[in-house]
């Protein structure tokens, strides 16, 4: 007998780390909620879709179930804008409230809640991730998946999924950092954070992974923090415009870039924060693009066996990878990072690999 999904994350938080996990549990998860008596809501943002998408086959089957559906389909994926029009017009057509994102602003955010009746009140039920609901890219592409039903969570992605209908404009967030909102204050607060505790204490670390780092006042922050002493250490797999190890400005910044089998698509953002570390997860790249101009959704996760995978079992490999990995040096030239002689050698998405298939066999 399987679990059910909803009282799964009940019991904790579920991190899921694709490929190398699978992607079907979030398709279980919408169709769960379609098929659940006591589910009464499902809202979600859709962004690249896909030809086939049984994402699509879920929201339309709750809707026939009688529960209310709300999908902002984001017309402009690059990719996939003609299937995303074609499934708005099915959705709509099938009676799901259909929703075409705010004016001018593209919604990159992934986001998926269930409103579900449990005894007399209410539960919400939250899937985050740093990729798309695309069955496809869920197999080629590294990304991070997150299901809670965390109350302060499922209150801020109410809240988003308001802002986005055009009910409401908050500003304020619970646990979330919402682009174009507050993302930009918050991250810069984290960064400065980090700055004081190096003063303090002498443990200032972040680690960043992410697409691109393009956005000049964020280089500026982390150029900031390597002259305080912070140690940076940043995995950017495509275009980097901060120079590491340049003397006196950027010193303890490094910047290494993973190219390999899969495209590495997971946005994370570790904080070392005086030993009370915090992780958080995004859909954004730290890109003008990004942070002011479109809408993005960065989340914390919390559970401390959870930060400890992310921290040890992903962050430190990536950093440990002597053969995909290339250094950025501080001239802007890549050079692949020597494996030394005496070390084994390390691919991080084949050691990724070995080890969650090692844990599917426990």
């Not at 607060?189 to 697409?211: C, D, P, Y």
């Not at 994370?268 to 997860?281: A, P, R």
């Amino acid at each position: 007998h399987k679990e059910n999904i909803f009282s799964a994350i009940r019991r904790n938080s579920i991190l899921l780390h694709h490929p190398y996990d699978s992607f079907m549990p979030v398709i279980d998860f919408l169709n769960a909620a379609a098929e659940d008596p006591d589910v009464l809501a499902i809202k979600q943002t859709l962004y690249r879709v896909g030809r086939n998408s049984p994402v699509v086959d879920a929201l339309l089957k709750a809707r026939e179930n009688g529960k209310q559906v709300s999908v902002l389909v984001e017309l402009k994926a690059r990719f996939d804008e003609e299937s995303n029009i074609e499934w708005a017009r099915t959705l709509e057509h099938e009676g799901v409230h259909v929703i075409y994102g705010l004016l001018g602003i593209k919604t990159h955010s992934k986001i998926a809640l269930v409103v579900r009746k449990e005894g007399g009140r209410i539960r919400r039920y939250i899937h985050m991730g740093t990729g798309n609901y695309n069955v496809v890219t869920g197999h080629q592409y590294t990304d991070l998946g997150y299901f809670t039903c965390d109350e302060d969570i499922g209150a801020d992605a109410t809240d988003f999924l308001n802002y986005l209908t055009g009910y409401s404009g908050k500003k304020n967030y619970r646990k979330l950092m919402v682009a174009p909102v507050n993302l930009r204050a918050g991250f810069e607060t984290l960064i400065q954070r980090e700055i004081a505790s190096q003063q303090q204490n002498g443990q200032g670390h972040m680690i960043f992974k992410m697409n691109a780092l393009v956005d000049k006042q964020i280089i500026q922050s982390l150029y900031q923090a390597s002259q305080a002493g912070v140690k940076v250490d940043l995995i950017v797999r495509s275009i980097c415009c901060l120079r590491p190890g340049i003397p006196g400005l950027s010193d303890n910044i490094r910047v290494i870039s993973v190219v390999g089998r899969f495209l590495e698509h997971s946005r994370i953002y570790y904080f070392q924060n005086s030993g009370n570390e915090e992780i958080y997860l995004s859909s954004a790249d730290l890109m003008p693009r990004n942070i002011d101009r479109r809408v993005e959704v960065m989340f914390p996760v919390e559970d401390a066996k959870q930060i400890r995978y992310i921290r040890d079992d992903v962050l430190a490999i990536y950093l440990a990878d002597n053969t995909k990995a290339r250094r950025l040096l501080p001239d802007g030239e890549y050079e692949y990072v020597p494996a030394d002689p005496k070390e084994n050698s390390l691919n991080s998405q084949s050691w990724l690999l070995n080890f969650h298939g090692q844990l599917s066999e426990e």
